[in-house]
């Protein structure tokens, strides 16, 4: 009995040694400092205090960064989702060559070889008042002036989102589709099931852990970003991790810590219903 446990702990052991000192310890130090007290120059007081999650909690300006948070983490998991699955769907049922599939997967993951920033400063020109696609619109007398909304504004925050997060969602819906067998679907279709029953009733159920897993991405992703808002915004809008940066460069640590802890939680809760809807080991391992 006690060979095949130390067997098993050293297994674990490289994954510990990553873990610990990378992950757990970080963790605990931010969770410790949120109930430290500051002496305003950068330094901690070693005093106990739920203060910080106080204010944090009853701020109106939380909630509000919340809810902006949320907002576009729902619309760019929404929008991801769509154009993910249809990705997918189309080349593992539509594309009847393997090899053909996985080479236009691979072009799919093309734009994805470069910086994030790049791919997200990239849609500046693109969508400024002067841009392709205002010029576009004038040119063809669609519009009489250009469109400010497109650029420095939520709209533009949602579009970077989704043009850099999509292959989070492409990835696995793509494996998890791949999985089922095409015979199911065709004799489905000989039983005289329509092609919405088929979708309905095979593939959707059979990509849900695909689907969670891109999810699950693209929530963490989104919730825990400030880059993108920041500058896509044009300083319009905001979001949480913003704010405990902003905490951060005026020496508030503890109540930046006590920040990071609550979206810690809510990600926790997020990441927790969804794997509640779907068993993702079970899903796999079938």
């Known amino acids: 009995m006690q060979r095949p446990n130390l067997s098993a702990w050293l297994y674990v052991t490289p994954l510990m040694l990553v873990l610990v000192p990378f992950f757990l310890l970080p963790t605990l130090v931010v969770l410790v400092a949120s109930f430290f007290e500051t002496d305003g120059f950068g330094g901690l007081l070693p005093t106990f205090t739920l203060a910080n999650y106080v204010d944090v909690l009853t701020s109106a300006q939380t909630f509000l960064l919340y809810v902006a948070t949320l907002k576009f983490a729902i619309l760019t998991w929404l929008f991801t989702l769509i154009i993910g699955f249809l990705v997918a769907y189309f080349l593992v049922f539509h594309v009847k060559n393997q090899l053909l ?55 533009a925050v949602v579009i970077a989102y989704v043009h850099q997060l999509t292959i989070f969602m492409v990835v696995p819906i793509f494996n998890s589709l791949a999985r089922i067998d095409k015979r199911v679907v065709e004799a489905a279709l000989d039983a005289g099931a329509s092609r919405l029953d088929v979708m309905r009733y095979i593939i959707i159920p059979m990509s849900k852990s695909g689907i969670a897993l891109g999810s699950t991405f693209v929530i963490s992703i989104v919730m825990g970003d400030f880059f993108v808002v920041k500058v896509m915004s044009g300083g319009g809008s905001a979001s949480v991790v913003s704010a405990f940066y902003e905490n951060v460069g005026v020496l508030q640590y503890p109540i930046a810590a006590a920040s990071a802890v609550l979206l810690t939680l809510v990600l926790i809760a997020m990441i927790a219903l969804i794997l509640r809807v779907v068993d993702i080991r079970r899903e796999i391992t079938q």
């Open 101 to 155: 599939a996985i080479g236009l997967f691979l072009i799919c993951t093309i734009p994805f070889w470069t910086s994030n920033i790049i791919r997200m400063i990239s849609w500046i020109p693109l969508l400024g008042k002067e841009g392709l696609v205002n010029s576009t619109l004038l040119g063809i007398g669609v519009i009489r002036e250009p469109l400010e909304v497109l650029l420095y504004s939520g709209l």
